[in-house]
């Protein structure tokens, strides 16, 4: 019987927050890139795939996504099946000790207190604890390990320039959601991610499993725990880094839905790249992107009927300053057999007019997304034309027969370079720095499937080619379902296409985007609670 089913790169210059499909420049919102790039800051840049990801594939095209506690599906390419991050367990304890426990993490002290707290129940979760507790605690998580293998091509951009290095990046992540009765509710998550990898990885800037971060935080928690402090870590054979990732408060309405805290948010339509996702997106040839990352934020979701709703919010930057952070509006309803989302975003500045649109047409799913950006529209000093920019994102998907998942998209980006001598120049300008764009060039083609080859086993494979330069990435991927909650895979990212070539003063210049990106092959094993 037919069927219909409707699944990111960046380059870094820093580390707030990467958006890029390699490794990522500094694009943190007060980020200074303009000008020559420095070696390290170029390395940063094109070091690594990290190890999260993009937007899972999103619901039937008659069917409007939810987002209520912050968790992306994985997208097809990792494992054909909605992500399982969302298996929980109930457990029993008392209700007073617990209230008490919870109470306090609403005290000033806030993030580190609640932080332990979750620590110490994330520990008696793993020694199998019994604890007796209101139906109303509801405890998930899981436990994943990546063992990663970098080959780097031979050129200037990398130190060592070209070779072998490997890394095994491990992440904890404990979910708890406290229903305090049917209007209230507090959930919290967070991340412990020790990482074992060559010092050499830390150095070019690479991002790993467990390690994003946005911009979009008011404040947040030093990301090392061990050795002491960011220096030490850089040189570190070993390390372990943390993320309270969700920490927000939910309220029921009888108009709406209020979500106060670190949340997750994300919209569009499209499967690889989405021009509308500019809060925190995730990178092409990001590993793990079963949770969207979280960011401060107060938002608002008033229902309008079927399949409609308003949503509104404000996103808190750096310290709560207005030029790091960000505000939207977002309408979505459904018409004519049609999803349709209109909004705007105001982010660092700059203002986004954004759309997209999702339907059934003869079995198969099509999509339509799309955003223009002005540079520093809401800056009375920063407003530049010359930067402003256009994405669009269109495709389909079809599921066959036999339950062979296939999707093609095409991605246009105003904001890329036309040929590969532009590529490096682009990094400096508002679209790489603040607007979440990391692919180089202006046209993309991708495409991929999806295949059980057993009840167990699932085969999986898709592949980005730029068409400015001819060059491809190209992501296979092999996973076994060992029981109903563990998991093992394997997969491999490839860039195909021209190496850097020697440039002038010695410095390289690029002959193709993903000829450019390292190889990177892994394992990893995954279990869920």
Not at 6 to 25: D, E, H, N, W, Y
Not at 78 to 106: H, I
């Amino acid at each position: 019987m037919r069927g219909n089913a409707s699944t990111r790169l960046k380059i870094p210059l820093g580390t707030v927050r990467r958006p890029f499909p390699l490794p990522a420049p500094d694009l943190g919102p007060r980020s200074d890139a303009a000008g020559v790039l420095g070696l390290r800051k170029l390395a940063s840049a094109f070091a690594s795939p990290r190890a999260l990801g993009v937007a899972g594939p999103r619901p039937d095209a008659v069917q409007l996504p939810e987002w209520r506690e912050g968790s992306t599906p994985a997208r097809s390419r990792n494992s054909g099946r909605v992500g399982v991050s969302g298996r929980k367990r109930k457990l029993r304890a008392s209700a007073s000790a617990l209230q008490s426990g919870f109470a306090a993490t609403l005290a000033p002290v806030g993030g580190a207190f609640l932080c332990r707290i979750l620590v110490v129940v994330g520990m008696l979760l793993c020694a199998g604890s019994r604890v007796e507790a209101a139906d109303s605690w509801e405890f998930g998580g899981y436990l994943k390990d990546y063992t990663l293998f970098y080959d780097f091509p031979q050129s200037g951009l990398f130190i060592p320039a070209g070779g072998w290095l490997a890394g095994n990046n491990a992440r904890f992540r404990l979910h708890v959601t406290w229903h305090l009765n049917d209007r209230f509710s507090l959930t919290g998550a967070y991340d412990l991610a020790p990482r074992v990898q060559d010092p050499g990885l830390n150095n070019l800037g690479a991002s790993f499993v467990g390690q994003l971060r946005s911009s979009y935080r008011a404040a947040d928690l030093d990301p090392v725990l061990y050795p002491g402090n960011s220096r030490e870590a850089a040189t570190a054979h070993f390390s372990i880094l943390q993320n309270l990732d969700r920490a927000f408060l939910t309220l029921h309405l009888d108009f709406a839905d209020l979500y106060v805290g670190r949340q997750a948010i994300a919209w569009g339509a499209a499967k690889v790249v989405n021009p509308t996702d500019v809060i925190a997106p995730f990178a092409y040839n990001e590993l793990d992107v079963e949770d969207r990352i979280g960011v401060d934020a107060v938002r608002l979701r008033i229902p309008l009927g079927n399949l409609s709703e308003l949503d509104a919010g404000y996103v808190f930057g750096h310290h709560f300053d207005f030029p790091d952070s960000a505000f939207f509006l977002r309408s979505r309803f459904y018409a004519l057999h049609t999803d349709f989302s209109v909004l705007t975003v105001g982010f660092q500045e700059n203002l986004l007019a954004g759309f997209d649109l999702s339907r059934s047409v003869g079995g198969a799913g099509v999509w339509v997304e799309g955003a223009q950006v002005f540079a520093g529209a809401l800056s009375e000093s920063r407003r530049d034309p010359a930067q402003d920019y256009f994405r669009l994102s269109t495709g389909s998907d079809y599921t066959l027969r036999d339950g062979t998942y296939l999707f093609v998209e095409y991605d246009f980006s105003q904001a890329g370079g036309r040929r590969p001598s532009e590529y490096l120049e682009r990094l400096s300008t508002t679209a790489f720095r603040q607007g979440a764009v990391y692919l180089l060039g202006r046209h993309y083609l991708a495409g991929g499937f999806s295949r059980d080859l057993t009840p167990l086993v699932t085969l999986s494979a898709e592949a980005l080619v730029n068409l400015t330069d001819g060059s491809l990435y190209l992501v296979p991927k092999l996973e076994y379902s060992l029981s109903q909650n563990v998991y093992l895979s394997g997969s491999t990212y490839l860039g195909l296409g021209a190496g850097p070539a020697p440039g002038d003063a010695g410095f390289p210049q690029l002959e193709s985007e993903f000829g450019s990106y390292p190889d990177l092959f892994y394992f990893s094993i995954r279990y869920y609670f």
